[in-house]
């Protein structure tokens, strides 16, 4: 069974910029979820689809973050403009409903300078 | 907001000793709770979940204890292996949807 697969692996960019993650889950799972894993610390939520509506975005910060899961299947991550906190690692997850495991992705490493 | 805390931060055993790895919540409400394995530059790996309706669950060579009384989540883990190096964090979650993570156990096996 294939993974939860992310892209990019890596990326760099400078304050003020743009930058989109891609997430494709395992097959069959309606619920996706973003993370965003600080250094040194535990995984946050940012948001969490069931399909493609938003069941919970709460700690999504809104005024430069941005998802969307076309068509319940994968999903896109979006932040503009950054800031240098958002330096962290964005961890993708599904699963088949929310009271099940959480199959992660490698994420992706994002340094803000 | 929820916590979810570890009790340490650091955790060091001698190859084959069980270890033990402790997490506090604060949610009284909170009905699944999830222990998860992270090793470096990869994304979280789950060990073993529980529910609340639970006090004790068992996997391979790992054992997962609910004390709700004490808001109170461990992680055993038998005859550790070198493998077993990586951080662990639990994870709380009273609706399904909004899942805590705590900060996080990194465990080190001495071989």
């Known amino acids: 069974e294939a993974g939860v697969a992310q892209s990019p692996r890596y990326k760099i960019i400078e304050k003020r910029q743009s930058v989109a993650f891609w997430c494709n889950p395992i097959s069959g799972h309606a619920t996706l979820y973003w993370y965003q894993q600080i250094l040194g610390q535990g995984p946050k939520l940012l948001i969490q689809?069931?399909?493609?509506?938003?069941?919970?975005d709460s700690q999504l910060p809104k005024d430069r973050f941005s998802a969307e899961r076309l068509k319940g299947v994968d999903s896109t991550l979006k932040i503009q403009p950054a800031k240098l906190e958002d330096s962290a690692v964005y961890l993708c997850a599904s699963s088949l409903s929310g009271y099940n495991e959480q199959f992660f992705g490698p994420g992706t490493r994002l340094t803000v300078l | 907001g929820e916590s979810v805390g570890l009790h340490l931060p650091t955790l060091s055993v001698q190859e084959g000793d069980n270890s033990i790895i402790n997490c506090a919540y604060s949610n009284s409400a909170s009905d699944y709770f999830i222990w998860y394995k992270q090793e470096s530059g990869k994304g979280p790996q789950f060990i073993i979940d529980?529910?609340?309706?639970?006090d004790k669950r068992q996997g391979q060579r790992v054992t997962v204890l609910l004390n709700k009384t004490v808001k109170h989540l461990s992680l055993q883990i038998a005859a550790t292996q070198p493998g077993d190096s990586a951080v662990y964090f639990c994870?709380?979650?009273?609706?399904?949807?909004?899942?805590?993570f705590g900060t996080g156990t990194s465990l080190t096996v001495i071989p």
């Open positions: 529980i529910r609340s309706n639970m």
């Open positions: 994870a709380e979650t009273n609706t399904g949807n909004q899942f805590y």
């Open positions: 689809f069931q399909n493609n509506g938003v069941v919970d």
